[in-house]
């Protein structure tokens, strides 16, 4: 077995490293094609750095909303048969299948300006085209089944056993779930947490359809790559991939010091 492994070692290594870099290098191009005083400019311009603060805060919010209402229907699925599960776990997988422009008009569908459910909310001072919750609703649509599926996983890997002593030492289904059962899936829920966060950030397809301003970092570089070519929109995109490069870098230390 070991010498097997010695002999499939190189070319698995060599397939391997193509993929490896077909990812790094575009990356790595783009970083090292602007100046560090380009992309200070860059940071500098209102736009930019309202397009950034706007694209991070409407992800942490999409991801905080799939946290407080997907985590329950995580555990129902791992915990529970009904009829029509199936069906629930094939929903929940769609918008990973959907194209995102095309998910765009189906939530534009439902709440848009002439919609019933854009109207109900527009009663309430909230709409949804054109304006940051737009962005929220999109980002919440295509990322919700990695967070979804995550934590539905980390509750299966869970002993129900466990669930059981708990409530047999008097602790309710409440204590039983956020004192045993959600501490040992938290691992799994986290990784969910930090792939739909970071799946949001580079949303553009819904985003784009539903909600064009305000603007969020792709839909910025789009339209100036649109309006004035690469090298106006190529300093945004460096700044972008370095941004999300170090925050995802240390969402993944966190995550690996909290599995510590």
């Known amino acids: 077995m070991s010498m097997m492994r010695n002999r499939l070692f190189l070319p698995f290594a060599l397939l391997g ?5 077909f990812v790094a290098w575009p990356l790595l191009r783009t970083i090292t094609a602007v100046t560090p005083a380009a992309l200070w400019h860059t940071l500098g311009e209102p736009e930019v750095a309202h397009a950034i603060g706007l694209t991070f805060g409407a992800s942490a ?14 555990y129902l699925l791992a915990r529970a048969a009904f009829p029509g599960k199936a069906l629930v776990e094939a929903i929940v997988d769609i918008p990973v299948v959907v194209p995102h422009s095309a998910a765009g008009i189906a939530l534009l569908m439902v709440f848009g300006r002439q919609a019933a459910v854009g109207k109900a909310f527009a009663a309430l001072g909230i709409r949804f085209v054109s304006a940051t919750p737009g962005i929220v609703i999109a980002m919440l649509f295509v990322g919700l089944s990695f967070l979804v599926n995550a934590a539905r996983d980390g509750f299966r890997s869970v002993d ?3 669930e059981h002593v708990a409530r047999t030492l008097g602790a309710s289904p409440w204590q039983a779930f956020w004192q045993v059962t959600f ?18 950030l580079s949303e553009f397809g819904a985003v784009v359809i539903l909600a064009y301003h305000p603007m969020v970092a792709p839909v910025l570089i789009f339209e ?10 190529r300093p945004v995109a460096t700044l972008v991939i370095l941004i999300s490069l170090l925050v995802f870098l240390f969402l993944r230390w966190v995550g690996r010091d909290a599995e510590a």
Request: proline share 6%.
């Open 61 to 74: 919010a999409a991801t905080l909303l799939a946290l407080v209402l997907g985590v329950p229907l995580a």
């Open 183 to 200: 501490p040992l899936a938290w691992r799994s829920i986290l990784s969910g947490v930090i792939m739909m966060w970071a799946r949001g």
């Open 224 to 233: 100036r790559f649109e309006s004035y070519g690469l090298d106006y929109a």
């Open 17 to 21: 490293a193509v993929l490896i870099w």
């Open 160 to 162: 129900p056993r466990l």
